[in-house]
């Protein structure tokens, strides 16, 4: 039975048939994630999907902004549905999207804290200023001078991140880019607060 279904679906991939079994890819609901320490995308499409056709579905689905960034803790929904799971197109495509989206060198570990935001230019829209608000009274009580450790300021931001500036619009400016990058926008940010007591 196993060589069977190593045949059917290194058919279905091979030639991107998937309609003739379209009852059976299309029956599966999206599946829920949660990634451990030395997980990437690329690690947690192998899983789901035996290759990296994943990578870009979740992503997506997701709305991971970087796709070498994720973090120990989140929950990823993966998509399942046979159009999530197209084929790299080459060999040296998902050679490159095996080398591109590890997210951990093999000798260091994963921490729980994420890593240094990308610069971004995006600013905070104004519908999202009451969750942005929100956060700030649970992380310092709005206060820019707390601190927790190495947590700095207003949203309690990694001190690297601020680079020695911990003026009120560093911390503003550093804030609407970590929240920008890793959800999107500060509602998100709120969600997953609520869900996790820490964002």
Do not use: C
């Not at 949660?34 to 709305?63: V, Y």
């Not at 197209?86 to 951990?104: C, D, F, I, R």
């Amino acid at each position: 039975m196993n060589s069977i279904k190593k045949i059917v679906l290194g058919t279905t991939f091979a030639a991107g048939a998937t309609a003739m079994f379209v009852g059976t890819t299309d029956a599966h609901a999206d599946e829920v994630y949660t990634i451990q320490s030395g997980d990437s995308l690329s690690k947690i499409s192998q899983k789901f999907a035996g290759d990296n056709s994943l990578i870009q579905a979740i992503a997506e689905k997701n709305s991971i902004a970087d796709i070498n960034r994720i973090f120990v803790g989140e929950q990823l929904t993966i998509p399942t549905s046979s159009e999530a799971s197209a084929p790299a197109q080459s060999t040296t495509a998902t050679e490159t999207a095996t080398n591109e989206h590890t997210y951990v060198a093999p000798v260091e570990t994963v921490e729980v804290a994420p890593a240094a935001p990308a610069a971004a230019t995006a600013t905070t829209p104004s519908t999202t200023n009451s969750a942005k608000e929100w956060i700030a009274q649970k992380e310092s009580s709005g206060s820019y001078t707390a601190t927790n450790g190495r947590y700095i300021g207003r949203y309690q931001l990694d001190a690297s991140y601020l680079n020695g500036d911990y003026s009120a619009a560093n911390q503003e400016r550093v804030a609407d880019q970590y929240v920008t990058s890793r959800y999107g926008s500060w509602d998100a940010a709120k969600t997953f607060w609520l869900a996790n007591g820490w964002y």
